[in-house]
């Protein structure tokens, strides 16, 4: 079966960083695009990156220049490099991977505040 595990959701202050990663497993992982969405109570989840099989990255608006994604397809791995974090990041944080057919992950939390 198909999982995608997240972790590395923390809380921490503005402007701190944080690194999140998503394992993947019962898929092939190269054939796969794979990203990271975001969503917070009553809000509609939105694409915060995608890394293509390819490489390509694509990023919100919202956090170009902070946020770096990257896959490792030896480690079957995703990441998210949080950096200049803001409140607005505040948000459950989910892992995609996405082939026609979509898997997701169960999400980790990622809190910024003082």
């Known amino acids: 079966q198909v999982q995608l595990v997240e972790s590395g959701g923390d809380l921490v202050q503005p402007g701190g960083s944080l690194r999140l990663s998503c394992a993947a497993s019962?898929?092939?992982?190269?054939?796969?695009?794979m990203g990271w969405y975001r969503q917070n109570p009553g809000k509609q989840r939105e694409l915060v990156a995608l890394v293509t099989i390819s490489t390509t990255t694509i990023y919100s608006n919202s956090v170009t220049g902070r946020f770096t994604i990257s896959r490792d397809n030896a480690k079957n791995t995703i990441y998210l490099q949080m950096n200049s974090l803001k409140p607005e990041d505040t948000a459950v944080y989910y892992c995609?991977?996405?082939?026609?057919?979509?898997?997701w992950g169960q999400g980790t939390q990622v809190t910024v505040s003082s």
């Open positions: 995609l991977a996405r082939r026609g057919q979509d898997y």
């Open positions: 019962g898929i092939i992982f190269s054939q796969y695009d």
